[in-house]
């Protein structure tokens, strides 16, 4: 099993441009979130889904889009990247939450986005 | 607003020497805490999860502890190796979508 992967490992991107980060999972996990990492703060919750055709706002999901069309799959998009954005993005899965939220989240290798 | 301090921020240690690493959190309401470790340049790793409930749980050489009454935990590290190099991350669970990390401790386990 590849657990959970991440495509790219990482990119620069010009103010204004837009990409989309890939997330792919193989543990068949319904829950699958997106995270961003800034030097000297914790990890930060952009959007997350609980299955698939679902999603729903994190602590910081302005700027930011995301799809999930295939249970496997979860996809953040950015319209217009902005300097602010420039982060490491980790994309983590698990499985059905219960209700205490023990759940562990496997997270990718993250992606290292600059935005200039 | 919902917070989790870590301390120390970065912490220097000799192979084979234990290390305590700690947490406190304002986390409400309050249902697990957790400890990752993040290698450079890796996704975060969980170590452990420890429910309200639960004041110990150790994972091989790491043990971590928790005091749900003072608000803390601990990481405590044995005979430290120089894998565990790494940030140690806790992390605070109020429901199941809602998690507040710490800005992690940085540990380097000198030969």
């Known amino acids: 099993n590849a657990g959970v992967t991440q495509t790219p490992k990482f990119r620069v991107l010009k103010t204004g441009q837009s990409m989309t980060l890939l997330c792919a999972q193989d543990?068949?996990?319904?829950?699958m979130y997106w995270y961003r990492q800034d030097p000297g703060m914790g990890l930060r919750l952009i959007h997350y889904?609980?299955?698939?055709?679902?999603?729903a706002k994190g602590e910081v999901p302005d700027g930011y889009n995301v799809s999930r069309l295939k249970k496997q799959n979860f996809l953040l998009g950015l319209e217009s990247a902005a300097p602010s954005q420039t982060s490491v993005y980790f994309c983590a899965s698990s499985y059905r939450v219960s209700d205490r939220g023990q759940e562990t989240q496997y997270f990718g290798p993250g992606t290292r986005l600059l935005v200039l | 607003k919902n917070q989790v301090g870590q301390s120390p921020q970065s912490l220097i240690i000799l192979e084979g020497k234990n290390c305590t690493l700690q947490c406190n959190y304002t986390v409400s309401p309050f249902s697990n805490l957790r400890w990752y470790k993040q290698d450079t340049g890796r996704g975060p790793v969980s170590l452990t999860i420890m429910t309200f409930s639960e004041n110990t749980k150790s994972n091989g050489r790491y043990t971590a502890t928790l005091d749900a009454d003072t608000k803390q935990s601990s990481l405590h590290i044995t005979a430290s190796q120089l894998s565990d190099s790494a940030s140690y991350i806790c992390v605070a669970s109020g429901s199941a979508r809602q998690l507040t990390f710490g800005s992690g401790t940085q540990l380097t386990v000198l030969p």
């Open positions: 543990m068949n996990h319904e829950y």
């Open positions: 889904s609980v299955g698939e055709g679902t999603t």
